[in-house]
């Protein structure tokens, strides 16, 4: 059963975060839901604990809230040998096409990835470490409905950015906002988290 990741004390010091782990949890839950009515068809994603084929030249769009959770995670939650690693890997970003906060095979900040990451799923076989299965393989790209899904996550997401009402944020889902306010991730500088997370390690 999906879970809700919860930091009381970052989200008691930083407003914004709440609706993005919010968001996650949603993402998470509905995911669940929905591939709980595949799987009574017989249908199941390959994806399994330790795949990370995806990983390795991962095209991952993602919001300012997403993006933000991260460097906050990274920054002052991530510890010990992980966060050495993984800054060393901000520092280096630009040397390769893998994800940054993939540490010995799995995610170093799995509680708050991407959406994307959340929700990209396939079935049939997993995915082979050179695939691009958009290209190999889009039949077993896993859809997720937009009505219990799609619109229900985006809503939670999109209070990051303050509409003035509910009709003025359905507009904005309907018109594309959140895939025109998404950047791909190697179009990040990954420096500027590696550098936050020097800012509280000297503060330490």
Known sequence: MATR??????????????????????SDAQVEEHLGKLARKGVTPACHKG?????LRPTVPFTEPELMAISWYASEVLTGE??????????????????????????????????????????GEPCGVDEDITDTRLDDVIPLPRDTVIRPVAMRLMDHYKFKSATAKRKAFEAGFIAQNAREMHEYEWNTIADTMDHFDNAA
């Open 51 to 55: 795949c990370h084929a995806c990983c």
């Open 82 to 123: 992980a966060r050495a690693t993984v800054k060393h890997r901000l520092r280096n970003h630009d040397q390769t096409l893998e994800c940054p906060f993939l540490v010995d095979r799995a995610c170093s900040i799995y509680p708050v990835r991407p959406l994307i990451c959340r929700q990209f799923l396939v079935k």
């Open 5 to 26: 990741f919860s930091h009381p004390q970052g989200e008691a010091q930083y407003a914004w975060l709440k609706p993005i782990l919010d968001a996650f949890y949603i």
